[in-house]
Every structure is written in structure tokens, then in C-alpha cells.
């Protein structure tokens, strides 16, 4: 028997481990339920240590055994070189003198995948993430053991100030998600990751940066660069590829990144005329399929570079799980086996068994954190940038959101969208609530402004006018998936803010594939209407104070197909978005061409936001074709884009603006 175990044990490298007690996993947060009284969405950690108390002791057995047939040589050979790292924690083996008699953990080469990347910065702590895989053979239930530290300087030089290790293995997909603590607000600080068993086998270095402290003063610019959007296939050759999430990095004018949601999409064709097909090449479903999607995205050059040298704040939209979800449903897929709503993959699978899965796979590939302890599904958080800037992060697709336009029951849709006197949210009414109340104390802490990340767009907008027969018979005129779907809600919030008088509120949307600029107040918004004559158009060349309005502004996708797309050119895009601009009132600017993301600079006395456009990213990788589509600039105080807007290079503004 025991030249069969030789080959394996050729290949299993062996090394102790950290404490004997199941809390050393947990220090990957990865191995977490997103939401902590929802434990099944987690992995159990008790079990997983059992596991790897089982592995231990098959492996003594095995060295054992090899040492008795005098292969005493070759097993010392399967104990890792050198000398264990000086942890302070004994059990799993970490922190003691030699490699023998202790628990093990995989002590061969580590392959970092995907890089580093690093998220959801406070003033004393970040999210720091990377993938560890092992190269050669490794046994299920042996982890593998990854330490990290952040380092003042930048390319891992300078002084440690902090460092930790955690364990991972295949239940989580190899991901490591860990919280830096201990670190100084807005600073920024570089990070890297190693292996426990070969501290030489390293990751990539990464850069990374805290907030300033929430009581913090005399806070310099901020720079957020804002994405949404990115759909690896390409469904048409008019989409493209991902040259817009190298912006900040090529130019260096960003400090933090921003993403609306739909990061990946779910749809499974596409992409064969421009090598970027789809993997598994079906609409997602099971666990695998969610996390190999996520693998194919981050593999990516500019999306992966974006994610090593810049801090992500993140929301989710739709097709994380699937079109047009709601807490119910969505538009191909429910659970009802009768309706066809189980029908993805080969078992059948729901669209509640979906969720759970892509769910799952976004807290493990996306570094965010677990926000309430006690509230299931919630990703709606708060960021503070001193008295400078509250960012308000919502959740209103999958959180508590109400019936939604699936397609196929639009008019019953439309009918409950004009109810005024109505409950209907697409928030719910808990993170409704947590707004109003966001929205008040940040301006009672004279904070000076509040940026709300949006999934949908907020304002009102007729899109019959994006084509070129805009009356024609089952033109899409309005998106109730969006908040002109949920007006009763949308109205609460506008009134709310004209009543407190809460000033400088902007709003970042994404999901339409475009670029907007809307100014919103009690006028320009549908309220119990859906058409033009319901609201008055905005006309003015005075940059005087407008109490109650937000201000919104709407990114274009970084690859995914806007409405311009099939003009097949700008030219012929142009007439469509200048009758987009006269006909909806709030709609101060439209373009629908490019592809390409926001970038939003903001100070104590004004803010800029810049659309950027990538010209012929369609065809090909891009990244030194950054030009500016528009630029805006609001001065804090008077809640309306500075007048005369400026003439943009791209899109359609309104006349007498």
C-alpha cells in the first residue's frame, strides 16, 4: 500500500495551522453569512474545523506509516522549510517551534489569482481581499493559510502597522475578505498578502486608503470615480469592453471607486465576435456558476488594476441575480415550477435558491462589509468624509422592493406606480426611514454635502423620445422598474427634503447605460402621471437657490449597449437626444453613445462632476482613448447645476440653460 500513497503525499504539503478552536476561521469574513441572523447563508465553521481535525489526523497516520516502512526522509521532505511565523495563538500549530505534532494547513505554493483589491473604507479600517489557490494537489479539507500587512509606505515599504492572517479554502471559493484595523484616517497605505507556510510566495501589492474621521475638519478634495454597468459578453458589438475602469488609474485623479451595481450580468450569450463569451454560457443559477462569472470578470486587466490600487465602495443592482429582480421575483425567473420560473440549470433551481447563491458569491468576491448584525439582506450603508460629505449607499433592488415592470404585467404595474396615497416603496419602508433620517442629521451636523448612490434613475423621463419613431406602436415610453415605477415613495422623499429645507442632496444613478443630468423638485417629477404635461420643464439661465431640488447624476455603462447604440453612430444620435432633453422637464442632458463612467471631485465649496466617454471602445481595448463627454460644476448652497451649462463635447443639453 504504500507506494500508492507516495504520489499523493509527493503532492500534499503539510503545515500547522492557528488555534484549536473553530473562531480562527471566521477571521476571513468570507466564511460569514452576509446577514448574521440569517446562519445558513454561512459556512459552518464547526463543522469545516472537524473537518480539518479529520484531515490532521489522516495525514499523522500517513506520516506515521511512511516513518515506519523507513521513508522517515521523505516525510520530514513533505514538513514545509524554515521556521513557523511568530503568531501569538498555539493549536493550530502557529507560534510554535517546529512543524511537528500540530494541526495542518496547506503549505505549498499559493497562486493569487485575481490580484488584491480593497473596499468599504472607514476612518480606521478597510476591507482588504484576494484569492489564494493552490498550486499542485491539496486535500479538501486541509485550508490554506494567507497573512496580510499593511505597510505606511507605498509598494509594501515603510513601517507595518497592522497585520493579521486568516484561513480559506474551496466553501469559500479560496476568496479571503479580512478588515484592517488600527490604521489613521484619510491615509493611504499599501497592502499585501502572503503565504503563512513561504513568506517569499507572495501577492501582488495593492494601494488603499480610509475615509477621513466622521468629526474630521478642513478635509482636502475627495475624488470618487463612479461606475456601473459592465457586462463581460457583450451581447452586441456595440458594447464592449472594460477600458473605462482603467481611467483613474492611468490619470491618477481618483481616490476612491465607486459601483452602482450590475458589476457582472447573468445572461449567458454573447461576446464570440470580440472573444469575450460568456462563461458556463447560460443564464446563471447555481453557486458555481455565479462565482466562476465573477472569476472571468476579474480576470479582466483594467477591472482588476482599478481593484489593486483603489478602495471600491459598492452597491449591487439586478443582474447580480437576475433581470429586474424584486424581493418576489424578477423577469425570467420565480419560484413557481407551474410558471416556468424553476427552470435554470439542469436541476431546477428558484429564483429564491438564485438569490441565495448570488448573493453568496457577490460577499465573497466583493470586499463589503456585514453592516447591521441584526438585519437580513442589508448592503444599505453610510460612509462620512468628515463635515465634508455623507454618501448614502442604497439598496433599492433587492432589499424590500416592491412588485417591479417584469415585462408581461406592465399596465398592472403602471396602475399601482400613479397611486399617491399608497405604501408602495421601492426601498421598503425600514431603509426609507434610515434615509429621512440620514438625509436630517447630516445636514444638522452642517456636513456639507449628501450624495446618495442610486441604482435607478430618480427623475422622470419619457424614453419614447430615444427613438426615432417615438409614437409608434409599443415604443417603451416609461420605466417603471426605475422610481417613476414608485411615485408615492419618490414624493415622501422630495417633499421631505423642501419641508426640512435639507440642501446640497445629489443623487449618482446608474443601470440606464447613459449619461443624464437631471434636476429634480416637486414639479418636474411625475405625481400620479405618467406623461410630459404632468410636470414643467426647467428653463433658466440663473444659478439662483431652488429649495427642495437634487440634483442627480446619471453614468453611462463601462461596456454594457445604451439607447444611442442602434443609431449605430453619435451623428445619427444627436436628434434623439436633443428631443430627449425638450420633452422630459427635469432632463437637462442626455447621451446614450459612449461608454465610459463618472468622475466626481467635491470640496467645501463646489463639486465637478466629469463624464468620460471611450471612443472605439466597442471594437477594442481603449484605455488611452479617456475623452471628456460634459462636465458639471454645482456651487454648494443653491442645489442646481451652474449656469449657462457648459457646451459639452457629446450629448444634447436644453436650450436656454
Not at 287 to 294: A, E, F, K, V
Not at 586 to 605: D, I, K, P, S
Amino acid at each position: 500500500m504504500l507506494p500508492s500513497l507516495l504520489p499523493v503525499l509527493s503532492l500534499v504539503a503539510v503545515l500547522p495551522a492557528a488555534l484549536s478552536t473553530p473562531s480562527i476561521l471566521n477571521r476571513n469574513l468570507a466564511f460569514r453569512s452576509p446577514y448574521t441572523n440569517e446562519p445558513h447563508l454561512g459556512i459552518d465553521v464547526e463543522a469545516l474545523h472537524e473537518r480539518h481535525t479529520v484531515a490532521k489526523r489522516s495525514l499523522d497516520a500517513e506520516l506515521g506509516a511512511l516513518a515506519r516502512r523507513g521513508g522517515k526522509r521523505q516525510a520530514q521532505e513533505l514538513r514545509p522549510a524554515g521556521k513557523p511565523h511568530g503568531y501569538t495563538y498555539a493549536g493550530y500549530g502557529l507560534g510554535v517551534a517546529s512543524w511537528d505534532d500540530e494541526s495542518y494547513v496547506y503549505a505549498g505554493e499559493l497562486n493569487y489569482t485575481h490580484s488584491v483589491a480593497s473596499g468599504d473604507p472607514y476612518d480606521t479600517s478597510v476591507l482588504l481581499w484576494t484569492r489564494a489557490f493552490p498550486i499542485g494537489t491539496y486535500r479538501v479539507d486541509v485550508p490554506m493559510c494567507v497573512e496580510y500587512k499593511v505597510y505606511s509606505g507605498g509598494n509594501a515599504t515603510g513601517e507595518t502597522v497592522t497585520s493579521g492572517w486568516a484561513l480559506t479554502n474551496a466553501d469559500v471559493d479560496f476568496t479571503v475578505k479580512v478588515e484592517a484595523e488600527g490604521l489613521k484616517a484619510g491615509t493611504q497605505y499599501s497592502f499585501q498578502f502572503s503565504n503563512c507556510a513561504d513568506g517569499n510566495n507572495k501577492s501582488p501589492v495593492g494601494k488603499t486608503r480610509t475615509a477621513p474621521g466622521w468629526k474630521a475638519t478642513d478635509i482636502p478634495t475627495q475624488r470618487f470615480a463612479v461606475y456601473s454597468c459592465s457586462n463581460y459578453p457583450n451581447a452586441d458589438s456595440l458594447s464592449g469592453f472594460f477600458s473605462a475602469y482603467s481611467g483613474p488609474v492611468v490619470h491618477g485623479d481618483s481616490d476612491y471607486v465607486v459601483h452602482l451595481g450590475d458589476y457582472i450580468y447573468e445572461s449567458g450569450s454573447g461576446g464570440s465576435s470580440i472573444g469575450r463569451v460568456p462563461s458556463k454560457g447560460k443564464e446563471l443559477a447555481s453557486l458555481d456558476d455565479y462565482r466562476q462569472r465573477y472569476s472571468q470578470h476579474r480576470l479582466d486587466v483594467d477591472l482588476q488594476s482599478m481593484h489593486q490600487n483603489l478602495p471600491i465602495i459598492a452597491i449591487w443592482d439586478d443582474h447580480e441575480t437576475a433581470d429586474n429582480d424584486w424581493k418576489a421575483g424578477s423577469t425570467d425567473s420565480n419560484d413557481s415550477i407551474a410558471s416556468g420560473g424553476c427552470s435554470y440549470s439542469n436541476n431546477t433551481v428558484c429564483l429564491s435558491d438564485r438569490a441565495l447563491h448570488a448573493k453568496r458569491a457577490y460577499h465573497e468576491w466583493i470586499p463589503i462589509r456585514q453592516v447591521d448584525l441584526y438585519d437580513q439582506n442589508r448592503i444599505w450603508r453610510e460612509f462620512s468624509f468628515g463635515d465634508l460629505v455623507d454618501v448614502l449607499a442604497l439598496d433599492t433592488r433587492k432589499y424590500d422592493r416592491d412588485i417591479t415592470d417584469v415585462n408581461y404585467n406592465r399596465q398592472y404595474v403602471q396602475g399601482l406606480a400613479v397611486e399617491l396615497n399608497s405604501s408602495r416603496s421601492i426601498t421598503g419602508p425600514k431603509q426609507e426611514g434610515w434615509l429621512l433620517d440620514s438625509l436630517k442629521e447630516s445636514q444638522e451636523r452642517k456636513t456639507a454635502w449628501r450624495m446618495i448612490l442610486n441604482q435607478v434613475i430618480f427623475g422622470s423621463i419619457d424614453e419614447r423620445w430615444s427613438s426615432a419613431n417615438p409614437y409608434a406602436a409599443g415604443v417603451y415610453y416609461a420605466d417603471f422598474d426605475a422610481w417613476d415605477g414608485y411615485q408615492a415613495e419618490r414624493e415622501r422623499i422630495m417633499q421631505y427634503i423642501h419641508d426640512q429645507q435639507i440642501d446640497n442632496v445629489v443623487v449618482y444613478t446608474g443601470d440606464t447605460h447613459a449619461f443624464w443630468l437631471f434636476e429634480n423638485n416637486l414639479d418636474t417629477i411625475w405625481r400620479g402621471r405618467t406623461d410630459y404635461n404632468a410636470s414643467t420643464p426647467i428653463s433658466t439661465n440663473s444659478s439662483s437657490y431652488q429649495r427642495g431640488q437634487v440634483v442627480e447624476y446619471g453614468g453611462t455603462a463601462v461596456s454594457s449597449s445604451g439607447w444611442a447604440s442602434s443609431y449605430g453612430s453619435y451623428d445619427n444620435s444627436t436628434t434623439a437626444g436633443k428631443a430627449l432633453v425638450e420633452n422630459n422637464a427635469g432632463l437637462l442632458y442626455a447621451e446614450g453613445f459612449f461608454r465610459g463612467y463618472m468622475n466626481v471631485e467635491v470640496n467645501y465649496t463646489h463639486l465637478v462632476t466629469s463624464y468620460y466617454g471611450y471612443p472605439g471602445n466597442q471594437q477594442a481595448r481603449v484605455t488611452g482613448n479617456r475623452t471628456l463627454a460634459a462636465r458639471w460644476v454645482q456651487e454648494v448652497g443653491v442645489n442646481q447645476v451652474k449656469r449657462p451649462l457648459e457646451v459639452p463635447k457629446y450629448g444634447q443639453i436644453k436650450s436656454g440653460n
